[in-house]
């Protein structure tokens, strides 16, 4: 993975002068100390520094560049509501600056009323794997999951033999999907079927795996779910409750949540702030409703709105939530190339052959559909959230991705500012100690 460089890329002399005089005696403490030193600055020396937000002194310079590519992709939109009926909201962001936001359409969509806002919130679907494997680095960071031993370390009771964490994070479980289990055996689906309702069927029922572990790939929901409840069993708190502790409130994810039915004794309605999925292809939109299988956690169910979403990867990005020796691995190819399979997947991302240095994950579930594209190497992020089973296919997306015209000037994250701000300390800000190039 290419991570950004340290606080800012400004790309002109004029642009790195300025940022070198209003933090010229952060970087005179740099100079004289060596990285063991500077890793025991407090956050009350950091805050004796110049409290100043560095992008808004810089983000008009390229005001007409930025306006234009704004512009070429609302257009692009606009487009894709017209002929196809596009319905979500729309994050893209370039070289550490959102460029453009956008929503298009109506959260009623069988009645074509209340239109969508930029922060109205939606259930991810798939994406929210992304979310859970981070979890997991999370833990193996603080020592307490080791990817490559057997999960009944975590889990005792399971009844498979062979099974690594790895194995769940890259989809070579073998493991047969939860889901046809349970539509087999549940017998209620007005009651809700939790996690630990799935670790119980797969001792009862033990169904025949696919595969042997790490015999083969098969993207399975179950591998993540699994991985959630390895959370809960390894940190002894519900999975809502440690991604609210450790992935969300650390980055100011405040419109994000782990939707969960523990507590219900019945599948309730979904909560009402969030965006209603629609199914399409009827005579009109009918609204999806909750159901049983809404119960399990990890593979899907994560609430969140495309802004949350981006500071989330810029977390990711510069480190915060875990060293990079550990976040590189996410993006490494989990299974061997194969003929077969055009893309590989890391920890929760998958990883396109097609376009070297991009990650990326749909999601589909219930009426939703989420796309989160990223091309690291030209530093460009395409967040979309739909309320709608059908909508355009992803190749629309990735033309966005890769269209090298009005290409952005590099800017600053400004992680300090971020810190001081907010009131908040990331103790993996590796970004510290990264060079430009």
């Not at 479980?173 to 119980?200: T, V």
């Amino acid at each position: 993975m290419m991570y950004k460089k340290i606080l800012s890329l400004h790309s002109t002399f004029s642009r790195l002068f300025s940022l070198l005089i209003l933090y010229c005696s952060l970087l005179i403490t740099l100079i004289s100390c060596s990285k063991n030193e500077y890793n025991d600055i407090t956050l009350e020396e950091v805050e004796k520094y110049p409290n100043v937000n560095v992008d808004s002194i810089f983000i008009d310079l390229d005001k007409t560049v930025i306006s234009k590519k704004a512009a070429s992709i609302e257009k692009v939109f606009s487009n894709l509501r017209r002929k196809t009926g596009f319905n979500g909201t729309v994050l893209y962001a370039e070289q550490g600056r959102i460029i453009y936001e956008g929503a298009w359409g109506f959260r009623n969509v069988r009645n074509r009323k209340d239109e969508l806002q930029t922060d109205d919130i939606f259930q991810l679907s798939s994406v929210s794997k992304m979310f859970t494997a981070e979890a997991i680095m999370i833990l193996r960071s603080q020592g307490k999951i080791d990817y490559d031993v057997d999960i009944r370390q975590y889990i005792p009771e399971f009844p498979y033999e062979g099974i690594t964490t790895r194995l769940l994070l890259n989809h070579r479980s073998g493991l047969p999907r939860y889901e046809s289990m349970a539509d087999a055996h549940w017998p209620d689906r007005k009651q809700p079927f939790l996690n630990d309702d799935m670790i119980e069927y797969y001792v009862k029922y033990v169904p025949t795996p696919y595969f042997k572990p790490d015999k083969g790939f098969n993207y399975s929901n179950v591998n993540y779910a699994l991985l959630a409840s390895i959370v809960e069993r390894v940190s002894g708190i519900s999975f809502a409750d440690f991604m609210k502790e450790n992935v969300f409130d650390p980055v100011g994810m405040d419109n994000s949540y782990i939707y969960e039915m523990r507590d219900d004794t019945t599948v309730s309605m979904y909560i009402e702030d969030v965006v209603q999925g629609y199914y399409l292809g009827r005579r009109r939109p009918m609204q999806a409703q909750n159901e049983y299988l809404n119960g399990v956690k990890g593979d899907k169910i994560m609430i969140s709105n495309t802004k949350d979403m981006f500071r989330f990867w810029t977390a990711v990005d510069y480190g915060l939530y875990v060293p990079d020796s550990i976040q590189d691995e996410a993006f490494k190819p989990g299974s061997p190339k194969s003929r077969k399979r055009k893309d590989n997947y890391g920890f929760g991302w998958r990883i396109p052959s097609k376009y070297p240095g991009c990650y990326y994950h749909y999601g589909w579930w219930k009426g939703y559909r989420s796309f989160f594209i990223r091309d690291d190497v030209n530093d460009k992020t395409l967040i979309i959230l739909t309320n709608t089973d059908k909508g355009p296919g992803s190749d629309h997306f990735w033309k966005i991705i890769n269209d090298k015209t009005n290409n952005i000037a590099p800017a600053s994250v400004n992680i300090p500012y971020w810190e001081i701000t907010e009131g908040r300390r990331f103790p993996h800000s590796s970004y510290r100690y990264r060079i430009i190039d």
